[in-house]
C-alpha cells in the first residue's frame, strides 16, 4: 500500500470562471485523490489533495497550468498531514 501525502494548494491569476474547480474535481477523482476545492474571496482558487505521492504531484502539475482559458500567476504548495478525506468535493 502506497503512502499517502496531504497538500494544500493555493493558484493565483485568472483561475475563476474557468472550469478550473470541476476540472481539478474530475482529474482528482480519476487519479483516487481525495480532498477538496474552493474559490477563494481573494480571486484565487485553494486546494487540498491526499493521496499516493504521484496522483498528488500530477494534480498539482495540473493546478501550475490550469485548464484552457486560465492565465494561472502563481502557485503556493505546503506539506500537510493527512485528515483522511474520501472522496474529492467542490466547494
Excluded at 503512502?3 to 480519476?30: C, L, N, P, Y
Excluded at 482559458?69 to 502563481?74: H, S, W, Y
Aim: with cysteine; glycine share 14%.
Amino acid at each position: 500500500m502506497s503512502e499517502t501525502i496531504a497538500r494544500r494548494v493555493v493558484v493565483h491569476g485568472r483561475v475563476q470562471g474557468v472550469f478550473f474547480r470541476d476540472t481539478a474535481r474530475r482529474k482528482a477523482v480519476s487519479r483516487g485523490v481525495a480532498g477538496w476545492i474552493a474559490n477563494r474571496g481573494d480571486g484565487a482558487v485553494e486546494a487540498w489533495l491526499e493521496g499516493g505521492p504521484d496522483a498528488v504531484e500530477s494534480l498539482i502539475e495540473f493546478c501550475r497550468q490550469g485548464p484552457r482559458g486560465a492565465r494561472v500567476e502563481r502557485v503556493e504548495v505546503s506539506d500537510e498531514q493527512p485528515q483522511g478525506y474520501d472522496g474529492f468535493a467542490v466547494r
